[in-house]
């Protein structure tokens, strides 16, 4: 079937059911499956994969294989549907369930009993400094430190209902202050999370700052103990130079 290729969403389709992850999502539904939501899985599958190729778009990282990358995250979702209602079809469907790692989209859902071990693991946060995180402030690299953490808003700054500028003004500071004033609704706070790359490291910013006070002292100590030394010296020669003008005067009147 020739598929437009400027028609994204029926690229992914005809893709998709190419490569066939699953018999539950092939060609029109039956009654039965009809019956069993299954449009409704394949639908959702579609639309997982459209959604990471607008992701892609948005992030510009849209490359050669772009509709693979839809197609393959459209398949998992559908072999994740599957696995997830293979009650539904009595263990008729044979699918593979998609693991975390060839996951790339929303493909992978844990079990209960593996989302909670995966909340009982370390998680590691990248800790970044304010040094650091001052450097990204420009349009196309935008950090912002809001309450502790760390967020990358490059993307979202066209997006901002309150303009980039403000949000630019903030970079470089801790903005948990302008965050706050603009009185943002919970959906942006959600928002913000999806954005939040690190934390930033609070105990590296005290050696800075020491390090700065300690070198603007520096000079100080030194020229009062050059000028302390001058004092001591100056006593003794001051003492030296009267006693030998006090004994010419002496030696003079004999
Ligand atoms: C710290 C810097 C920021 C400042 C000073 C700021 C300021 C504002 C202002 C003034 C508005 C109101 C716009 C209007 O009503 O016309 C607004 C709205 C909004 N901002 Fe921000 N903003 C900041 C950062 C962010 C970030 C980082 C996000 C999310 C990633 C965000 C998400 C939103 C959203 C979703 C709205 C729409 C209203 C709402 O849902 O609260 N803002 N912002």
Redesign the pocket.
């Known amino acids: 079937m020739a598929v437009s290729v400027d028609d994204p969403e029926r690229q992914l389709y005809a893709g998709f059911n190419r490569r066939r992850p699953c018999r539950r999502f092939r060609g029109p539904p039956s009654d039965n499956n009809r019956k069993a939501g299954v449009q409704t899985a394949q639908s959702r599958a579609i639309a997982c994969g459209y959604s990471g190729l607008q992701k892609r778009r948005q992030d510009g990282e849209e490359g050669e294989n772009n509709y693979e990358l839809a197609q393959a995250e459209a398949c998992s979702c559908a072999s994740s549907l599957c696995w997830q209602e293979r009650n539904l079809h009595k263990g008729r469907v044979k699918c593979v369930r998609p693991t975390r790692e060839n996951s790339i989209g929303g493909g992978f859902t844990p079990t209960p009993r593996e989302a909670d071990a995966e909340k009982k693991m370390p998680t590691i946060t990248r800790m970044f400094t304010m040094q650091e995180a001052s450097r990204h402030s420009s349009r196309d690299d935008c950090w912002?430190v809001?309450d502790g953490k760390v967020?990358d808003?490059s993307s979202?700054l066209d997006e901002?209902?309150?303009g980039d500028d403000?949000?630019l003004?903030?970079t470089g500071k801790d903005?948990t202050d302008?965050?706050e004033?603009?009185?943002?609704?919970k959906?942006?706070r959600e928002?913000?999370e999806t954005?939040c790359i690190g934390e930033l490291d609070e105990s590296s910013t005290a050696i800075p700052e020491m390090e700065i006070l300690s070198k603007k002292q520096a000079p100080d100590y030194a020229r009062k103990l050059v000028d302390l030394s001058k004092q001591y010296w100056a006593v003794p020669v001051a003492v030296f130079g009267i006693s030998v003008v006090v004994s010419f005067l002496v030696l003079r009147k004999k």
């Open positions: 912002i809001i967020y808003v979202y901002h209902p309150g403000v949000v003004d903030a903005a302008e965050f004033d603009a009185g943002h609704s959906e942006a928002l913000l954005f």
